[in-house]
């Protein structure tokens, strides 16, 4: 698990969960991380409008961590060239929308000591996520981003549906 943080110049800063298999470090000076469907498309606007993001990993078990890694991030979606090459490091996985190219500018540690330990009970994946999106056919899927992912929270475009 962990969390993506973005921000356009103006509007509502975004904090989201990630989690599954969806995170690859390339280098030392870029991670690429893939983004699956789900309510609002907060990061893909923000990363086309400013490319400002940080990524946050906290430890919850004994031994106590934050790391940050801070950089520049562009939003690559399965309509342009870069998509098939970076895809296949990932499983697959339904209700693919895009996959986040960051360029690491800064990495950072704390002691983590104030977050929680905290044992996983389940992952939510094989009986909440993955029944409802592998039914779903590509028109579905872009029918589902056209009602919930077209526009950010501030009405601005996610790109999402844009032409190649």
Not at 58 to 79: D, M, N, W, Y
Not at 116 to 121: A, G, H, K, S
Request: proline residues 5%; charged residues 25%; glycine residues 6%.
């Amino acid at each position: 698990m962990f969390f993506v943080a973005t921000a356009a110049s103006t509007g509502h800063i975004n904090l989201s969960p990630k989690g599954m298999d969806t995170l690859r470090v390339l280098s030392d000076e870029r991670i690429i991380w893939l983004n699956l469907t789900g309510i609002g498309n907060e990061t893909a606007t923000h990363v086309s409008e400013d490319g400002r993001m940080t990524l946050m990993f906290c430890s919850f078990g004994e031994q106590r961590l934050t790391l940050r890694v801070f950089g520049q991030a562009k939003v690559i979606h399965p309509r342009d060239a870069e998509w098939d090459n970076l895809i296949e490091f990932f499983p697959e996985l339904p209700g693919c929308r895009q996959i986040f190219d960051l360029d690491i500018e800064l990495i950072q540690t704390s002691c983590g000591s104030t977050v929680p330990r905290m044992d996983l009970v389940d992952t939510r994946v094989e009986k909440e996520f993955l029944p409802y999106y592998e039914t779903m056919d590509r028109e579905e899927l872009e029918n589902y981003w056209r009602k919930y992912n077209a526009s950010s929270l501030d009405g601005w475009p996610t790109k999402i549906l844009e032409p190649s």
